[in-house]
């Protein structure tokens, strides 16, 4: 009964968010002994009609982290809307917004770091990331990290910052299928790699491993955050109607024989009151360590709709300008597809991923 209580409030809260602001939705479970805030204190703004909305809440109205084109500075200042009330403390751009670039003045380095969460969408946007990886270096600047897991760097998935960063009681998929992960050897080589990376003349950097949603202690996105230092850190996440999430995450660990918990802090307990689709507290311990402005939520439902994928909106948070762009709702990795070659490619793909989630 409480679950399903619970699953109630998930879904109450959700819907009140995304008739808001179309970009975020909320859930109360957490593994947090602080509330959690609630749907308009988390965010406040004005939506923008007809248009896929991404939430920007910033402590200056003035400034925004999201424009269409290639994220080189820090905050950008964007032309307002004499109608949208000034006080607000957040503000909303639709995709057809873009910053003035004369208003652009320091050079920054950047990470942009792609979270999540599963289920969203994130296997297709790494495909077409790493497919079109010459194109975003020579066109846009942005340099994909390589994996410190040699398996890992074709499905373009870094699971080496999630090992690094999360607490060692917690657990996860990828802790399971590295055995060697809690090796003096391992951490070291692993810091090494992401450091050299870091520490590159590449000016934009992206990273991306849907695992990185499982950190929801601060000490957790700290860690993570010294490991890209002393880079801008930029987070999209995508975030999913809580009980949609929970049976296609379940579907995904069955087919991948993983066994689910009955441990309510488990990262593996997918019942109704399962504190992984807290989204609010998601994005208040992100927000609340790197910066409001720096961690963009997107609605997975309402990218979907709008674009077939969740890979234009993702980039386009970042401030990727996609014009000319190759499709980029084509690959959908973990659906249903026909074809010999299309069956094998998909096959190895869910075997790679098996390991590394």
């Known amino acids: 009964m409480r679950a399903g209580e619970s699953l109630k409030r998930n879904q109450l809260r959700h819907h009140a968010v995304l008739s808001r602001t179309s970009a975020t939705i909320c859930s109360p479970a957490s593994r947090q002994t602080d509330s959690a805030p609630s749907a308009p204190e988390l965010l406040r703004g004005v939506t923008q009609p007809s248009a896929v909305t991404v939430c920007l809440p ?37 995709f057809d917004e873009v910053a003035n670039p004369s208003e652009c003045s320091q050079t920054v380095s950047t990470a942009l770091l792609h979270i999540g969460v599963p289920r969203t969408g994130t296997t297709s946007f790494q495909q077409w990331i790493y497919e079109h990886r010459s194109m975003l270096k020579a066109s846009r600047g942005i340099t994909l990290h390589d994996s410190f897991i040699p398996h890992a760097r074709k499905a373009q998935m870094h699971p080496e910052l999630l090992l690094l960063s999360q607490r060692p009681e917690h657990d996860c998929v990828s802790k399971q299928k590295i055995e060697n992960w809690e090796t003096e050897a391992w951490q070291r080589g692993a810091r090494e790699h992401v450091a050299a990376a870091v520490k590159s003349d590449a000016e934009t950097m992206m990273f991306t491993h849907e695992g990185l949603f499982l ?38 660990m069955r087919r991948n024989e993983i066994p689910l918990s009955a441990d309510p802090t488990s990262s593996l307990y997918m019942e109704d ?72 490619a998909k096959r190895v793909i869910r075997r790679v991923r098996r390991y590394f989630l």
């Not at 925004?64 to 000034?86: F, I, K, M």
């Not at 955050?225 to 009980?243: G, H, K, M, N, T």
């Not at 990218?303 to 990727?320: H, K, N, R």
Request: negative net charge; hydrophobic residues 35%; contains cysteine.
């Open 58 to 94: 910033t402590t200056d109205v003035q400034r925004c982290a999201y424009a269409r084109r290639p994220h080189r500075t820090g905050h950008r200042e964007v032309h307002r809307d004499p109608s949208v009330p000034q006080a607000e403390k957040g503000l909303e751009a639709s």
């Open 215 to 252: 950190l929801r202690q601060p000490d957790e996105v700290e860690r993570l955050a010294s490991l890209l230092a002393p880079r801008e850190i930029r987070v999209a996440v995508c975030l999913r109607e809580p009980q949609s999430f929970l049976r296609s995450y379940q579907a995904q």
């Open 273 to 344: 009151d399962s504190w992984l689709v807290d989204w609010a507290e998601l994005l208040r311990v992100w927000r609340s360590v790197l910066g409001e402005s720096n961690v963009v939520a997107i609605d997975y439902e309402q990218a979907m709709l709008e674009f077939g994928s969740t890979t234009q909106p993702v980039l386009e948070a970042f401030g990727i300008n996609t014009d000319g762009f190759p499709a980029m709702n084509t690959l959908h990795s973990n659906r249903s597809r026909t074809g010999v070659l299309d069956r094998l």
